[in-house]
Every structure is written in structure tokens, then in C-alpha cells.
């Protein structure tokens, strides 16, 4: 019979593995998934881990689905590391991309000649703005009255959604847009400049890997990035030290809410162009997931961020091409995380076989 | 005496027990027998290897050689489940209880049988009548303080009718009433057969309640007395080869208040707290002052107030140097010279996953630069110095704070904060749980520290280390503090009546200033 055996020390090597031993039983049970489904298993994990990465036009499909992945993540990421649990960035996200459209829109229709390069940092930046004001109702509703911040979080996402709905379906609707819930399509000025050429790849990525390092050393090289994960790993020491936890909520919230923020003006002023009531989808919830298989490291996000975009878009390519629904991604992300949260008692429990080790308790 | 010296089976019997970990031999060849009825010490510095061979009889380490024996018969004990089915019971050092539970819930989720609730508090409330120990079964662990948790988890170990009770340190913690109260009743469990092993440093304790002690040096057997008949120096030459050194009393120079409470009241923060009423404390430079209590008396509530983790205090009631600083942050009462060693040092004083170097910045500010950023280099040094200093034995700055022992991580922790240089000094049940080899050292460095004109405030619960190093000495009771005395004019009798709050018309009986 297997046993689990508590491990003295909790095993490094099992940290990074446990991610990969998940993806590899995923990979395993998905094959068994398309067997089922009457489809050839190798073609089928093929369009998942081979296909998208295939063609230079994949890779920037991937990087472009990976870009807001990896943004809200590493927000997330300081969070949780932080024992702030916002699972609220998918309406923190559509609040970057209400805010951040809405300047697109309103330099669109005024016909503000202002060049690109003053647009861009503009743009993003009211992203931001909007997602850590939608983050910081939050942090308000936890400091002052303590409220719960998992539900204050996940039910802003709903009314951030009807926000959006209420401007496209509303006020903010093109006029020539043939009653469609959608704004004007943006000035090329207020569209994010292009990473690679003939692709829809923008700067957002080149953004994103920056970002991961800024992350990277604000967790692991700046005092207040200690004193976050302190308030996580030990309230009690924090306490004793001194640190804020009222200052941690707020940090945490308004850096994880301006992340999404920033990943839901990108989105507009990317690849979208324009606002819909499809904005999002799913990113700020699909990205609790990257941040988990990244360890709550940026660059465990980053890499966590492209393997969740892969899935996006194979899910997409064996609707299309093998007939299969797409919810199929869905059910690949969830396996993934619960096979990864499976995976990870290994760091603290090693497997053992009960029986061949010890004889029984009392012999003689 | 009941059993001790007599002939008959041991109910325990090791014979070459040898437990060996990457690092370090932990038990190599160990002989011990207990007899039934026996009070057996288990006596032995930090990384003597007490906790590995208590491990070891419990089920929780496999050794890699030798034979036990149950009453007997040669046994292998796979996990604790077995040691508990053989009857052994065991009061761990550290706490195994959940916080958000009741006492009795505890307990009862350690019970094997289903049986109600109130029915585990009927049992636990019998129990603790009839060993005399003070326990309530409903209120939730979290606002339990150390002493009362170690209650609760010996009135746990009773409740499974032992034949052999392990108990680790367990007198670190209860007055001296209170300790000789838990000594009749470890007599009593002794004379109606169940043996019982007691591992402890304290050499008097050993000497008054014990009948047989195997001495443990890294990891050997270096001698099995009656610890009736040899003395302390005896005890303590077999233990670390050497007789601990005696503590230099120096008359100091008492110089200005440094640290001040005026009439500070505090209102308690949940039903089970205690409410601080009209405190009067003044700690000069160059004086150790020591408060003595049975635990959850108001002392974790003085020192969160004192600490600046609760700053509800009144403007004026708590003085720093002159300055008021009742409402002030512990970073900046920190940053005008106060320095803290909270009692529990996991969790607390220490961030369990997080290696030593960074545990530096909890409460050193040197190591971050101007901009916010941290200075690696500088950490490691630091700790470097800490552990080299304070002889902390660590596997380097890097090691994880929960990988030391209990001793060393005190150490380590006190020496952090020794090594700020503080202008007050406040440390909470300095040398709980900590060996004698590094209780002296850590003493020492207390007085060190008063010469050097630091103010001392010790809050202990132990008073013979108040008797050895403090000036003068508060008792605190359900939430008062008494008025000082000198400690050369303390007698334990009379301490132990301050302890039940009987000073009130006895008259102060002033420190000379």
C-alpha cells in the first residue's frame, strides 16, 4: 500500500518538479481524453504543444495570450505571497480596459492629433489607474470594515462586467456601428505599436519580460517586498517587526489591481481595438492558475503564462480543425491545477511502500 | 520509594540505540532502562540527543541500530500510534494543539474512541482535579499562553491512562507552587506504577524528584547516577564536562528612566484576555528589572503594550527615553533604542521558512540601502557576526530559522537583538526550553548588557533566573503589577504570595535607589 511519509526538510527539488510532473500527467490524461473522443491522441496533444509554437505566427499568438497571463499573475503573485487572496483581477482587468479604452476612445472620436509615442504610456498608465482604483474599493472594504477580500474581489468582477456593458451597450456605442454593443474602432495613433511586424504581437510583451524582472526584485531584493511576504508567511512576525498589515493589504491590492489594470488597457488598445462586452476572456481568472504553477515566481509566472496560453490556443485549434469543443481548454486548466496542488504534497511527503519497510508493531 | 533500585523487568529497555543524520551523529550506543513506577531523568544539553531518543521511544525517528524493549519484549515502534496502543504517552516541548480549537477540542481529537464533546470536558475537568492541574476546556488555544497550552497537553497525556509519560521540559513554565504541585502529582502516577521519563536541565528538579538520570553528552551515555546522592556540580560536570560558569554580580551604577509605564490600563482585547489596571514600571540604564508571574497574568498584554504590537495605550502612559510613545510603532520605538525578544520565537521572533540572513531584517534596519533596496552582502555579514558571536550553532546564514534548535534560535534571536546595541532591552522567557550551557550564556550576555548601561525588563516565568539576574523584581497578578522589591530582599515564599496577588497592604518593600 502506498504511504506518505513527511520529508524533514521540504524538498527543492520537488518545488520545481511538482509543475512538471502535473503537466506530464495532464498531457497523459488528456491523451486518454482524445482517445476516448475517438481521436488520434499524438495529433491531438499536437495541437496543444506542438501546433502553436509551429508557425512565427503561433509564437506570436502565444505571446500575445501569454502577455495579460503574465501581467495579472505577477500582480497575483505578490498577493498571495503577501496572504492577500484578490481573486477579483478578471474585473480589475475590465476596468483597465474601460479606462484605458476610454482614452483611446475619447482621443478616437475627438480627433486629438497627438503622436503615438505620447498616446502608449497615456493609455497604459490610465489602465492602471483604473484597475488599482477597482482593486482599492477592495482594500477599502477590508481595512475599514474587514471584509472578506476573496468575495469583495469576485463580486466587483460581475459589476465591473455590467460596467462594461452598461458603456458599450450605452453611451460609449458607435453610432455607426449598426446597433452592435461595441465602440468606434480606435485611431491607428491610439493602438499599441507593433512588436513584430505582420503580426498582432505589441509592445505589451516586450512590457510583460520586463516587468517580470522589476517583480522579480521588488519580491526578492526590496525591503518592502520582504515585509509583504513576511505579513504572509508569519502575521505574527510582522507584527513583532512592525510591518504594516493595513500598508500590505493596500500595496498588495493596488499592485496586483494596476497590473490587470495595465494588462486590460493592452488588450484594448491591442489586439481588440475597440470595446466590446467580450473584453475578457477569463484572463484575470486563468491567471490565478499561471501564478500557481509559476510557484508565485515571476519567472515561474512567465514561463506558467505561455503553457496556459498554448492551452488557449490549442483548445482553439482542435475546435477548428478536430471538431472538439472548446471547453476543452477549460477542462485542461483545471486538471493542470489540481494535479499541480496533487503534486505538490510531494514537496512536503515522500511515497513509500506500506508493508516491505516495517514488520509489524510488536514482534516476539 | 516505590520501585527505583528495585530488581524485575524494565517496562523500557534500549540497548544500542544509534540514529545517525547526514550533519551529525545524534544518539550513538545508548543504554536506558526504566523500571515501572520510575522516575527516570534524561539529562543532557541542546544536541545532546534527548529529543532524537525521545523521538525515537515516541515512533516519530526510526533509529538506524539497536533494540528496544517493551516490558520485555523486543519491539519496533513504527509511529506514535504504536507508542501510544503500547502505552506510552508523551508532553511535547512544542505544542501540537490548533489554535482556533478549544482545549478540549484538542483533546479530543487525539482520542481514538467517538465520544460527545462534553464528555471529553467532563473527563479533562476530572483529570485536572485530580492531579491538581488548572485547566479549562472551553476556551479556544489562541488566547492561551504557554504555560496554560503545556496544561492542556499534559491533562491530554493523562486522559490515555499512560504506563510510561515522556514529558519534555515541562516545569520551564509554572511557579514554584505550581511546580511542586506537578511534582505530587508525578509521584502519585509513579507510585501507582507508571513510569515516567523527565527530561529536563534543571538539576535542582532532577535532584528533588527523581529517582535514577542517565547524563547525556552528543550523543553518549556519559553516566547513569541516583541524582539523590550526587550533587548538582556532579550532575552538571557529566552534562557539559564542565561545571557551568558562575554568574558575576557587579554592583552597577543605576543611571536615568529609560523605559516608563504610568498608570497604564488597557482593556482586554477578547473575553480571555486580561485587562491591564494602572501599571507603574520604570526600568533604569544600568538595571535588569525582572517580572514575575504564572503565565497569562497580563504579561503577553504588558509586552504587546510595552512592545508597541498594541497600541490602544493611553498618550503618556508609556515613556521612552521621556518621550511618549504609547501610540508609537514598534519600528519606532525600535528606532529610539527599544529592542524586543518575544517569547515565542517561531512565528514570532522568527519567520520559520525564511533563512537566518533575512531574518535579520525583522528588526536591523543597517542591511537596506537608501531606495528601499536590500543589501545581501551586508545581511550575511551581519548574521555571520550574530552566529559567530553568540555561538549559534546554525548551518550558516542561509539556514532556515526552523532548522535550529530551540537554543540556538534564542540565542540567535537574542543576539540580533544585542548585537542593535539597544537602549532598553525587553526579553520575555529568555532561556525557556534553552540548555543550561546556553541559559548561562545567554544570562551572561543579559548582564553584559546592563553593565553596559542598557536598561533590562525580564519577564520570565522562572524564578530562579530572576533570583540570578535581575536588581529588582514586580510580581504581576490577573492583570496588576505589584510595586518593586530588590531582589536581594526576595524570597521565594514571599514572591509566591505576590504571585497570588496578596501584596495589596503588605507595603512595598522599595529597591534602594
Known amino acids: 500500500m502506498l504511504r506518505l511519509e513527511a520529508r524533514p ?3 527543492a527539488a520537488m518545488s520545481i518538479a511538482s509543475p512538471l510532473i502535473a503537466l506530464a500527467l495532464t498531457a497523459v490524461i488528456a491523451g486518454c481524453l482524445f482517445t476516448v473522443l475517438g481521436k488520434d491522441p499524438v495529433r491531438g496533444l499536437g495541437m496543444f504543444f506542438y501546433e502553436p509554437l509551429s508557425t512565427v505566427r503561433g509564437v506570436t499568438e502565444v505571446a500575445l495570450k501569454a502577455t495579460p497571463l503574465i501581467l495579472c499573475a505577477l500582480g497575483l503573485a505578490v498577493c498571495y505571497r503577501a496572504n492577500v487572496w484578490n481573486i477579483g483581477a478578471e474585473g480589475q482587468f475590465l476596468l483597465g480596459a474601460i479606462v484605458g479604452g476610454g482614452v483611446a476612445l475619447y482621443v478616437t472620436t475627438h480627433g486629438i492629433a497627438a503622436p503615438r509615442w505620447a498616446l502608449t504610456p497615456v493609455i497604459l498608465l490610465a489602465g492602471v489607474a483604473g484597475g488599482m482604483a477597482w482593486a482599492s474599493i477592495t482594500a477599502f472594504a477590508r481595512d475599514r470594515f474587514n471584509a472578506n477580500e476573496i468575495l469583495v474581489s469576485l463580486m466587483l468582477v460581475y459589476v465591473a462586467q455590467q460596467l462594461l456593458n452598461y458603456l458599450v451597450f450605452g453611451p460609449w456605442k458607435d453610432p455607426q456601428g449598426f446597433n452592435f454593443p461595441q465602440t468606434k474602432t480606435f485611431a491607428a495613433e491610439a493602438l499599441l505599436p507593433n512588436l513584430v511586424p505582420q503580426s498582432r504581437l505589441h509592445i505589451g510583451f516586450a512590457i510583460a519580460l520586463v516587468l517580470v524582472a522589476v517583480f522579480w526584485a521588488f519580491m526578492f531584493r526590496s525591503w518592502r517586498g520582504f515585509q509583504l511576504q513576511v505579513g504572509g508567511l508569519a502575521p505574527g512576525a510582522a507584527r513583532y517587526a512592525g510591518f504594516s498589515a493595513r500598508a500590505a493589504l493596500w500595496t498588495a491590492l493596488l499592485v496586483s489591481g494596476g497590473m490587470a489594470g495595465l494588462a486590460g488597457a493592452m488588450e484594448a488598445a491591442g489586439p481588440l481595438r475597440q470595446l466590446t462586452p467580450h473584453v475578457s476572456t477569463g484572463y484575470g481568472f486563468t491567471a490565478i492558475i499561471v501564478c500557481f504553477v509559476g510557484r508565485l515566481h515571476p519567472l515561474g509566472c512567465l514561463f506558467a503564462g505561455v503553457l496556459l496560453s498554448m492551452l488557449v490556443i490549442g483548445g482553439e485549434l482542435s475546435q477548428s480543425r478536430l471538431g472538439l469543443p472548446n471547453a476543452l481548454t477549460g477542462v485542461f486548466q483545471g486538471l493542470l491545477l489540481f494535479l499541480l496542488l496533487a503534486c505538490d504534497t510531494l514537496i512536503n511527503y515522500r511515497v513509500r511502500w506500506r508493508g516491505a519497510l516495517h514488520r509489524p508493531a510488536v514482534t516476539s | 520509594m516505590p520501585a527505583a533500585g528495585q530488581g524485575g523487568t524494565p517496562r523500557l529497555a534500549l540497548s544500542g540505540i544509534r540514529k545517525a543524520y547526514p550533519a551529525v ?36 525517528v ?15 515502534i513504527p509511529n506514535p500510534h504504536a507508542a501510544r496502543a503500547l502505552g506510552i504517552g508523551m508532553v511535547f516541548q512544542h505544542f501540537s494543539l490548533f489554535d482556533t480549537l478549544t482545549a478540549a477540542q484538542n483533546v479530543w481529537l487525539g482520542l481514538d474512541r467517538a465520544l460527545p464533546l462534553a464528555e471529553v470536558e467532563r473527563s479533562i475537568r476530572a483529570k485536572a482535579a485530580e492531579y491538581g492541574v488548572e485547566v479549562d476546556p472551553e476556551r479556544p488555544v489562541h488566547t492561551l499562553s504557554v504555560g496554560e497550552r503545556q496544561r492542556v497537553e499534559i491533562v491530554r497525556a493523562l486522559l490515555s491512562e499512560p504506563r510510561l509519560l515522556i514529558l519534555d521540559e515541562p516545569t520551564s513554565v509554572l511557579t514554584p507552587q505550581a511546580v511542586e504541585k506537578l511534582f505530587v502529582t508525578l509521584r502519585l502516577l509513579a507510585e501507582r506504577g507508571c513510569s515516567i521519563l523527565y527530561i529536563s536541565h534543571k538539576l535542582d528538579e532532577i535532584r528533588a524528584l527523581c529517582h535514577s538520570c542517565t547524563v547525556l553528552r552528543a550523543g553518549r551515555v556519559t553516566g547513569v547516577v541516583d541524582p539523590r546522592t550526587v550533587t548538582s556540580a556532579d550532575l552538571s ?44 514600571l520604570e526600568v533604569h540604564a544600568g538595571e535588569v528589572v525582572g517580572i514575575a508571574g504564572v503565565s497569562g497574568n497580563g504579561q503577553q498584554e504588558l509586552l504587546a ?19 511618549d510613545v504609547a501610540r508609537e510603532s514598534p519600528g519606532r520605538r525600535r528606532r529610539r533604542g527599544l529592542h524586543y525578544v518575544p517569547e515565542e520565537r517561531l512565528g514570532r521572533g522568527a519567520v520559520p521558512t525564511l533563512g537566518l540572513a533575512h531574518n535579520v531584517l525583522l528588526t536591523r534596519r543597517e542591511p537596506v540601502r537608501a531606495g528601499g533596496w536590500l543589501d545581501l552582502g551586508r545581511m550575511t555579514a551581519m548574521t555571520q557576526r550574530i552566529i559567530e558571536r553568540f555561538n549559534v550553532r546554525a548551518g550558516g546564514p542561509a539556514a532556515a530559522a526552523r532548522s535550529l534548535s530551540g537554543g540556538n534560535l534564542q540565542k540567535y534571536i537574542v543576539g540580533r537583538e544585542i548585537d542593535a546595541q539597544p537602549g532598553v532591552l525587553i526579553v520575555a522567557q529568555p532561556t525557556w526550553g534553552v540548555d543550561v550551557g546556553a541559559s548561562a550564556q545567554i544570562r551572561a550576555e543579559l548582564l553584559a548588557l546592563r553593565d553596559a548601561g542598557c536598561a533590562v525588563l525580564v519577564v520570565s516565568e522562572e524564578l530562579d533566573e530572576l533570583l540570578e539576574i535581575t536588581d529588582r523584581l514586580h510580581v504581576i497578578a490577573r492583570g496588576r503589577l505589584s510595586p518593586p522589591m530588590a531582589t536581594a530582599a526576595a524570597t521565594p515564599e514571599r514572591i509566591g ?11 512595598a518593600v522599595h529597591a534602594p535607589a
Request: avoid cysteine; glycine fraction near 14%; charge should be negative.
Open chain 1, 9 to 11: 526538510q521540504p524538498s
Open chain 2, 25 to 60: 551523529v545524534a544518539n550513538d550506543g545508548i543504554d536506558l532502562a526504566v523500571l515501572p513506577g520510575e522516575i527516570h531523568a534524561v539529562l543532557g544539553e541542546n544536541g545532546a540527543g534527548k529529543s532524537t531518543l525521545m523521538k525515537i521511544i515516541y515512533g516519530v
Open chain 2, 62 to 76: 526510526k533509529p538506524d541500530a539497536g533494540e528496544i524493549r517493551w516490558e520485555g519484549r523486543p519491539v519496533v
Open chain 2, 237 to 280: 560536570r557529566l552534562m557539559i564536562g564542565a561545571e557551568p560558569p558562575r554568574l558575576q554580580h557587579r554592583e552597577v551604577e543605576r543611571g536615568a528612566v529609560a523605559l516608563e509605564a504610568r498608570g497604564l490600563s488597557l482593556e482586554r482585547q477578547d473575553e480571555f484576555g486580561v485587562t491591564l489596571e494602572s501599571i507603574d
Open chain 2, 305 to 323: 503594550a510595552l512592545s508597541g504590537e498594541d497600541r490602544r495605550a493611553a498618550p503618556g502612559s508609556i515613556l521612552l527615553f521621556g518621550n
Open chain 2, 497 to 507: 504570595q505576590w504571585m497570588s496577588g496578596l501584596w495589596v497592604g503588605e507595603g
